[in-house]
């Protein structure tokens, strides 16, 4: 699935644009592809015990080891052929077995449907036509008017129908995805494939539906074309459709009535949708880990969210089809490791290489000339080590890793050099073998993986926004070999390419089973197919952590064809709705019950044992690892033939809960697997999960809290950089994303220029000129002068945040307006302002759907979403503004889980329209260009900044700069300014203006000149419709310093949390140049307001790369400000 629309479209990991800096674990990569390749492995191996069933009792230890359960026994691997098919190779899904029983697809037809295809490639054939479902152009046109299907076009013998359902079928781009998840399903290529073997997929004899779905019009559209894409498929015979995309955290509530109808469709005809489960792996995404407070981390989204869809994750087998190298250990002996090539080394030839440290230094290179370089992962970027050590002379690069256990990568090409990446216990063989000579091998082989079995670190957590159990199962998505557009092949990872294997196994067992069950209805042998599927399938264990994979991450576990083929028994949950268990909410003390069924003639003797487990607790998060419990005591059961019998098991974790509240105090997941053996020695022969919460899941919180409540800036998304309290840390340019990443009131300040200008008549503010810019910014928070980067929570004395507007129509902190954070997916949110009776004097409309902030790498989300339609203007339900004073404005909102109960947020917002009073007068002192006012503001809240304005013509933009008061109150005027070239510009007294503002955004300025003048008359206002002189109609509340704010009085601007006064410089006597928010004159010399916006919730499908492309746009003009800014202030201290 792909980090944005199309999961897996755009997000399926290939390995090409790798940086240093990635964690072992995972790869990432610049958006709109997020990350590049991981490798990761399986494991089911079975620690025997010599106890027999009667004398194994349930047992709880000290230590992780004893508490673990035991590990499942290994199955025995196909012998590999010397020349074969990858499967003949490498099967860890044991497909060859349920070939061999059920064929290889002929007369099947299966259909995938995804972002584009290359619909001529090669390895679309069939190997004997006289066994297709369709045999000509001519049968697929009887079928498709028997179903009203007017579009859609016969390609050839193998892919029988293809259709763009996003464009009408006009202007259909190739793409590599759906191929490369087509040949995983279906492929068949020829013999002269160039690699030394050949793609075959798990029904290479199937005939192929190919259709194209991509977003164009909106997700809802989106929805709607795909539902008609599973009509299509079902009508022209599909028994499996693949479908390897989707939509992070999106809740299957949410999906258009017709998409629902259309899986349903699907399942009362008996045709399987395979779906993948994305690659979006946890709330926080892969940078960063959930928090421990917050157990709702899943970010399964739709399709996957469908319960009748088979929704697969992705997982590493412990061994690998690799290329090899072998090198001569110090006993003599041939060593062969495996190697992840880029532009690939010559063959069977003997190479020199030399240890060349981490490659970041010229003299680690010394002794590489004509050699490879054996460099060790770390400090800086693969491009800069491989282009390090070509310039060194070497003639190739092997780079191994700097972890014992990470996984394979593919490195960058950087100018054809010949790379290879290889694990950390061959990197230190080699360093330490005398030899110092590796070869290439020609032929790949199966080789164990340094890691072992583990589950993908990108595949994607359930439960699901709506709490329901996902993924269902596993299958190997890591560097998947299949075809590519232009008749090429390539290895992706992903769970795209898991998703196509487990429909090629579901399309051979439905197969097997019309045979086997012919009294079934096609819809009966799915619904007993997917349960033994799921019943099948191998728990996965984490070798690391002795214990299983998070049902929530690996659902039953990893599929196993030879088992599903060769099952006569199955198990479900006690209602036999499912195979797997969701109890809900529990306590300590809960049972487990579940149903075995038994399809035999004979009565079958089972043995089985309960897993208790729940997640590990890394500090202050969940570290998306398995944290054994305990396990229960093997017991006997025997199951009538032809007959099914209920098993329940009493589970006690009491003496847990002390210890997992003081981690997760919030809740947590108790769960795990009942796992059933013909023996307790031997493998495991099913299994079924079952999942647990104690706790309410239901009502967790829904929204973080804003930012208000955090004393030193941080959030989720933003680990605060500075000890200031109360400080926004931006850090220069940072402060521009740092916006996207908190729950706040934001509103917008408007820069003197432009308030000037829209008074003088002006319409349009995006026609004005201003080297100035129109700034979304949190209510309740101020820059300090000199620092545009670092903004501050301003506090009552009660703590509260100076939240304030001035609906006067200037645009300056006129409206207060929602964005959060939200932590689970949330509908029917709606904001109400209330006055100090409790009384409700206005009520946004309601966003019906809030999905939850599951990263904010800017390919897919934010860290927030600003919400449109809770856009307050002061006004109450008449449009009146309404009068001065405290207000409550709340945010209410309902978790989508069952059984939540509504959640609201609340934030005082002051109101005040009072215009600030100035002086009237002044005088200047030509000795040291000092203006000195008569008198000092008179305000009803306190002043923001107090500053004299002055405006010239840096080439053909107006620019404007500040001059902050000295400690005196006095302001020393510049006789001339500076240009960006360096230029002077002469100042005249005309050019300067006094402006006050206040922090509920109230502004008064005056000219210089009129000042000396001592008649300024009325000072020039803000927008508002109210006098200077004229007293407010309504008195508001007291503030939380106990002053009266319609009182007119000389108001010192009050300072901050941090013990400083914003817009005051804190340098003595010094005058202040300083630039707010100033754009390149370049970027923005025709348009002076550009609003920062994040995405924003209308009820309306929203576009992320439109949404990627408003930030990327914000950044740069941050950029150009930063640079403006950084050398005026510069020029300042020369």
């Known amino acids: 699935m792909s980090t944005s629309i199309l999961l897996n479209a755009q997000s399926d990991i290939k390995a090409n644009t790798v940086t240093e800096d990635t964690p072992a674990t995972e790869q990432a990569v610049e958006p709109p592809q997020p990350i590049a390749v991981s490798e990761e492995s399986r494991s089911s191996k079975e620690t025997k015990t010599s106890q027999t069933p009667s004398d194994v009792g349930e047992t709880v230890a000290d230590d992780a080891n004893d508490l673990a359960p035991q590990a499942p026994a290994k199955t025995a691997d196909t012998p590999a052929t010397s020349k074969a098919t990858i499967r003949d190779l490498n099967d860890p899904s044991h497909v060859k077995t349920l070939q061999e029983k059920a064929g290889k697809g002929a007369g099947t037809v299966v259909a995938v449907i995804d972002a584009g295809f290359d619909k001529n490639h090669e390895a679309w054939r069939l190997t004997d036509k006289t066994k297709a479902r369709y045999q000509s152009k001519e049968n697929l046109e009887k079928a498709k008017k028997e179903h ?24 259909a781009v190739d793409q590599e995805h759906g191929t490369h998840v087509s040949g995983i399903l279906s492929g068949n290529a020829p013999s002269e494939m160039k690699e030394p073997y050949r793609l075959e997929g798990a029904m290479p004899e199937a005939q192929l539906l190919l259709m194209r779905v991509e977003i164009v019009n909106g997700l809802a559209d989106y929805a709607r074309n795909y539902a008609q894409a599973i009509r299509d498929a079902v009508n022209l015979g599909a ?71 088979l929704t697969v994750a992705s997982y590493s087998p412990d061994k690998q089809l690799t290329e090899t190298a072998t090198v001569k250990t110090d006993d003599h002996q041939d060593k062969e490791m495996p190697v992840i090539s880029t532009n690939r080394f010559e063959p069977n030839k003997a190479y020199d290489y030399a240890y060349a440290n981490r490659g970041t230094k010229e003299d680690d290179f010394k002794d590489v000339e004509g050699k490879i370089a054996l460099i060790e992962r770390g400090d800086i970027d693969f491009k800069d080590k491989i282009a390090n050590a070509k310039k060194a002379g070497a003639v190739g690069v092997l780079i191994y890793d700097n972890q014992d256990k990470g996984f394979p990568i593919e490195l960058p090409n950087v100018d054809q050099m010949p790379a290879a990446f290889i694990s950390r216990r061959d990197g230190l063989l080699l360093k330490d073998n005398p030899p110092k000579t590796i070869t290439f091998n020609a032929t790949p082989k199966v080789l164990p993986t340094a890691s072992g079995t583990k589950l993908s670190r990108f595949s994607s957590w359930g439960l699901t926004a709506d709490g329901n159990i996902k993924p269902d199962i596993a299958a190997p998505g890591q560097d998947i070999l299949s075809s590519v557009a232009n008749n090429k092949y390539a290895k992706l990872s992903g769970t795209s390419m898991s998703a196509p294997l487990v429909a090629g196994i579901m399309g051979l067992l439905q197969k097997q089973y019309e045979t086997q069950y012919p009294d079934m209805t096609p819809s009966e042998r799915l619904d007993l197919a997917k349960k033994v599927l799921m019943s099948s399938a191998t728990a996965l264990y984490d070798e690391d952590e002795k214990a299983y994979f998070s049902p929530r991450q690996q659902g039953a576990g990893a599929v196993d064809a030879k088992k599903a083929s060769a099952a006569t028994m199955y198990v479900t949950d006690k209602d036999n709705t499912s195979s797997k268990v969701h109890l809900n909410n529990v306590s300590d003390k809960f049972e487990v019950t579940v149903t075995v069924h038994n399809k035999s003639d004979k009565p079958q003797e089972l043995y089985y044992q309960v897993t208790v487990q729940t997640d590990k607790v890394d500090g202050k998060h969940f570290a998306l690892a398995p944290k054994a419990l305990y396990e229960t005591s093997w017991q006997k ?92 840390d931006g850090d220069g340019l940072q402060f521009y994303a740092l916006k996207n990443n908190f729950t706040a ?64 129509g200037d645009g300056n902190r006129d409206y207060a307006q929602f ?181 509920t955004g109230n502004i008064t300025y005056t000219p210089v000149t009129k000042l000396l003048e001592g008649h300024s008359n009325k000072p020039e206002q803000d927008g508002s419709d109210q006098a200077p002189d004229k007293k407010p109609e309504a008195k508001p509340e007291q503030d939380g310093s106990g002053q009266t704010p319609d009182k007119k009085k000389e108001t010192k601007p009050e300072k901050d949390s941090s013990g400083q006064t914003p817009g005051k410089t804190p340098q003595k006597g010094q005058s202040s140049r300083t630039l707010e928010k100033r754009s390149s004159k370049r970027a923005l010399a025709t348009k002076a307001s550009t609003r920062d916006q994040l995405p924003t919730t209308n009820d309306k499908d929203t576009n992320r790369l439109h949404l990627l492309k408003l930030v990327m746009t914000t950044f740069f003009l941050g950029l150009a400000a930063h640079i403006f800014k950084t050398k005026r202030q510069k020029e300042t201290k020369k």
């Open 148 to 171: 009203g299907i007017t579009y859609g076009e016969w390609v050839n013998d193998k892919v029988a129908y293809y259709h763009d359902y996003s464009k009408d079928g006009k202007n």
């Open 239 to 309: 028994k499996v459709i693949n479908m390897s995309f989707g939509n992070a955290a999106l809740a299957y509530a949410n999906l258009p009535d017709e998409t629902k109808k259309a899986f349903d469709y699907a399942k009362s005809k008996g045709v399987s949708i395979v779906t993948s489960a994305g690659n979006d792996s946890s709330f926080g995404g892969k940078p960063r880990l959930p928090l421990a407070d917050h157990p709702d981390y899943g970010v399964v989204g739709t399709p996957a969210a469908a319960d009748s869809t």
């Open 637 to 728: 059961i025997t199951i009538p033939a032809n007959s099914s019998k209920q098993v329940t098991v009493p589970i006690d974790a009491s003496r847990f809960s002390k210890d997992l509240l003081a981690q997760m105090k919030n809740g947590y997941f108790l769960e795990g697997f009942v796992r059933f053996k013909q023996d307790p020695t031997k493998e495991e022969l099913m299994s079924i999960p079952y999942i647990g919460f104690r706790g309410d899941f239901g009502n967790l919180s829904a929204l973080e809290k804003p930012i208000y409540d955090s004393k030193d800036g941080s959030s989720y998304y933003h680990e605060a950089n500075s000890d200031a309290k109360d400080q926004l």
């Open 745 to 808: 009131l934001t509103t917008e300040s408007n820069p003197w220029t432009i308030i000037k200008a829209v008074k003088e008549g002006v319409e349009n503010i995006e026609d004005i000129e201003s080297s100035e810019i129109t700034e979304t910014i949190f209510a309740g928070t101020f820059a300090k002068q000199d620092d545009d980067s670092h903004y501050y929570i301003h506090r009552h004395a009660n703590g509260k945040p100076y939240a304030a507007i001035s609906p006067n």
């Open 819 to 999: 964005q959060g954070t939200f932590l689970r997916n949330a509908k029917n949110l709606v904001a109400e302002v209330l006055d100090k009776e409790g009384n409700v004097v206005w009520t946004s409309e309601v966003t019906e759907q809030v999905v939850k902030n599951y990263n904010n790498d800017l390919a897919s989300t934010l860290g927030s979403t600003r919400f449109e339609k809770t856009r307050w203007d002061g006004k109450d339900k008449d449009g009146k503004v309404v009068a001065n004073g405290t207000y409550t404005y709340r945010v209410r909102y309902t978790p989508i889980s069952s059984g939540a109960k509504e959640q609201h947020t609340d934030f005082d917002v002051i109101v005040d329209n009072t215009t600030p009073e100035v002086a009237t007068s002044a005088t200047f002192s030509t000795e040291d260009s000092r203006l000195a006012l008569a008198s000092k503001p008179k305000t009803s809240q306190p002043v923001y900044r107090e500053r004299i304005a002055y405006t010239y013509m840096d080439e053909d933009l107006p620019t404007t700069e500040y001059i902050s008061p000295n400690e005196d109150g006095t302001f020393t005027l510049p006789e001339e300014a500076e240009t960006m070239e360096g230029a002077t510009v002469p100042l005249k007294m005309s050019d300067f203006t006094y402006v006050v503002e206040d922090m």
